[in-house]
C-alpha cells in the first residue's frame, strides 16, 4: 500500500492571503499526523507564496514523519535545502505565473542544472526525487542522475474529462511505473489526486507514495483537517472510506 504524503502549501495559501499568522501550516502538518500521514510535503517557491522559510525550519523541528521538500533546481533555495536538510527532497518545476506546477521537470532540457542540483543534495545526504511526466525518456535521464526516486505527474489522468482519455492517461502510468521500477527508482505519484480518483491510482503496482494537497485541504475546510487526511488515508489503502 502506498505512503500518503499530505501538502499543506494551501493551508499557507489562506494564511498568506491576509498576511497574518493563521492558519499555520505547523499545526496543520500535525494534524495530518495524527489523521494517519506517511509524509508532509511542502513547496518553498522562489516567490515564497505560500511556504516561508520559518515553516521550513520549524517543521524539519517538530515533524515526526517524512519531511519532503518540493523545490526548483534553484541555487539559492538548494542552499537552503543543505542547510534544513529534509529527509527528501523533489526537484519540480517552477514558473512564477503558474498557479500551481504545470507538467513534469524537463529533465533532459534542464540536465545540466538539475544535474548540479542533484549532486549537492545527494552528498549532504538527502533523498532526491524527481518530479517528472510518465515519459520514459526522463525516466532514463532521472535514472542517469543517480537520484532515489521519480513522482509521476497524474495530471493528466486526473483531468481527462472521457473514460476513454482516463484510461489511456491511466495507462500510460502503469507503463511508465513498470519502467522505473525496472530501473531500480522508488516510485511516486502525486497532482490532481483527490477523493473521487485516487484509489485507481493507488493501486497501480509498485507505486510507494501518493502525494495530494488541495483535495485534502478543501476537504478539510468541510470537515477538519485530521479527519480529512483519515479519509483519504482510508481511500488509499482499502478503497473505501
Known sequence: M???????DHVATVR?????????PVWAAALAEL???DVITLHLREDRRHI?????????????????????????VTAIALAVRPQQATL??????EITTEGGLDVIRHHDR??????????????????IDPDVRQI??????GVQAVELHTGRYADALTDKDRDHEFHQLIEAGRFALNEKLLLHMGHGLTYRNVTRVAQIPGVGELNIGHSII????????EKAVREMKALVQTGTL
Open 16 to 24: 498568506q492571503a491576509r498576511r497574518t499568522i493563521e492558519p499555520d
Open 218 to 225: 478543501a476537504r478539510a475546510i468541510m470537515v477538519g483537517f
Open 114 to 131: 538539475v544535474k548540479a542540483c542533484v549532486a549537492r543534495l545527494l552528498e549532504a545526504g538527502i533523498e532526491v526525487s524527481l518530479f
Open 92 to 97: 519540480v518545476p517552477e514558473k512564477r505565473e
Open 52 to 76: 516561508q522559510d520559518r515553516d521550513l525550519r520549524v517543521l524539519k523541528e517538530t515533524v515526526q514523519v517524512k519531511l519532503n521538500l518540493e523545490m526548483a533546481a534553484d541555487p539559492a
Open 35 to 37: 489523521g494517519g500521514a
Open 140 to 145: 532514463e535521464a532521472a535514472r542517469g542522475l
Open 2 to 8: 502506498p505512503r500518503l504524503g499530505v501538502n499543506i
